[in-house]
């Protein structure tokens, strides 16, 4: 099986909120491989002026030999203050 990221990472574009991509491999270094060529691409991609699309990727690994990839949803942003008040911020 030929291992191309890059339909990997828009595979994982097209998830829904709170589902995840789980890639598994046969090894840990099978793993090491592929979470590295994941997280150089998806560099490549952000350097390459695409980082509105690709900054919300999330790639980690597993328990296991597994890739995880899924999508940042920020519901929202905010600044706690000393005081313990919170101020809600805008991006």
């Given at each position: 099986?030929?291992i191309?990221?890059?339909?990997?990472?828009?595979?994982?574009l097209?998830?829904?909120?709170?589902?995840?991509?789980?890639l598994?491999c046969?090894t840990?270094k099978e793993r090491?491989?592929l979470?590295?060529?994941?997280?150089?691409?998806r560099?490549?991609?952000i350097?390459?002026e695409l980082i509105?699309k690709?900054?919300s990727v999330?790639?980690a690994?597993?328990?296991?030999?597994?890739v995880?990839?899924?999508?940042?949803v920020?519901a929202?942003?905010?600044?706690?203050k000393?005081?313990?008040t919170?101020?809600?911020?805008k991006?």
């Open positions: 099986m030929q191309n990221t890059q339909k990997i990472l828009d595979r994982t097209e998830l829904k909120e709170g589902n995840q991509l789980h598994k046969k840990s090491d491989v979470y590295s060529d994941l997280i150089i691409r560099s490549f991609l350097r390459d509105d690709y900054e999330v790639i690994t597993g328990s296991g030999n597994d995880l990839l899924s999508k940042i920020i929202s942003a905010g600044i706690r000393a005081d313990g919170e101020e809600e911020i991006f």
